[in-house]
């Protein structure tokens, strides 16, 4: 739950230089994420609104909106609708390796939250056969899943699995990771075909992401194979930029 509206300490911006080269909004913004970092403000923390701060402080609501503006930019502040601006629970960073969102929420500290949009057995369409390399018309399941940690969405998961998980308890989609149903069914999942990229995010997905219309995403598409080389599952899955990053580590040749 988040923390009611929090008024910022005055003595945070007792020493803003209103006549020095520094922009004040740098200024403004430099202090807060500063507050972010040593607790002051902590994960779930609401601001109070820019006309309010701007009035406390004396500066005008463009120069509050534009600090404000750099940290939801950085990942620590995020706006939503019917709340206002809140810190966030911290950026998560996945490296280039096999794992899921679940187990990049826990790694990172925060506690996943799944909401469970859609299930479907149906049959493998054109694309769904050449990625998981089964018939086309071979029966599938198709999983759609919206992921948020402290109550705020992340990522838009959208799964396809052949017909050997078809029979997967629907109910536990929302309380694991998937890749956790799948290693307690036995599967060992040794390599995975991936790509990331980056479009913009359609009316029902912003809506889902809490992010304005026309907002770009994060995507990333994946085919998991297990240690017998047999896919185990594909997933085109579309992330907030501002509250998901992936890493990977270049080694000259």
């Not at 403000?41 to 402080?57: C, I, K």
Request: aromatic residues 4%.
């Amino acid at each position: 739950m988040a923390e009611p509206n929090q008024s910022l300490p005055v003595d945070l911006f007792i020493d803003l230089d209103r006549s020095g080269p520094v922009p004040l909004y740098f200024q403004i913004s430099s202090r807060i994420e500063q507050a972010i970092h040593d607790g002051t403000l902590p994960p779930g923390s609401r601001l109070e609104n820019e006309v309010a701060l701007g009035n406390r402080l004396g500066l005008s609501r463009p120069t509050i909106r534009r600090a404000i503006q750099e940290l939801v930019d950085k990942g620590l502040l995020v706006r939503r609708r019917g709340i206002g601006t809140q810190v966030v629970h911290g950026k998560v960073s996945r490296g280039v390796e096999l794992t899921s969102l679940y187990e990049d929420l826990e790694r990172s500290g925060q506690k996943p939250d799944t909401r469970v949009l859609s299930t479907e057995i149906g049959e493998a369409d054109e694309r769904m056969a050449e990625e998981l390399g089964v018939e086309v018309g071979s029966p599938v399941l198709h999983i759609k899943r919206l992921r948020s940690a402290g109550g705020v969405p992340i990522a838009i998961l959208d799964n396809v699995l052949p017909a050997d998980f078809t029979d997967i308890d629907l109910g536990d989609l929302s309380k694991h990771g998937l890749y956790q149903l799948l290693r307690a069914r036995g599967v060992t999942m040794r390599v995975a075909k991936q790509r990331i990229g980056a479009r913009d995010a359609t009316a029902h997905e912003a809506g889902l992401l809490d992010i304005p219309k026309g907002s770009a995403v994060l995507t990333m598409s994946r085919t998991a194979f297990d240690n017998s080389g047999r896919a185990v599952e594909w997933g085109q899955h579309c992330y907030r930029p501002d509250l998901y990053s992936f890493e990977m580590t270049l080694v000259e040749r």
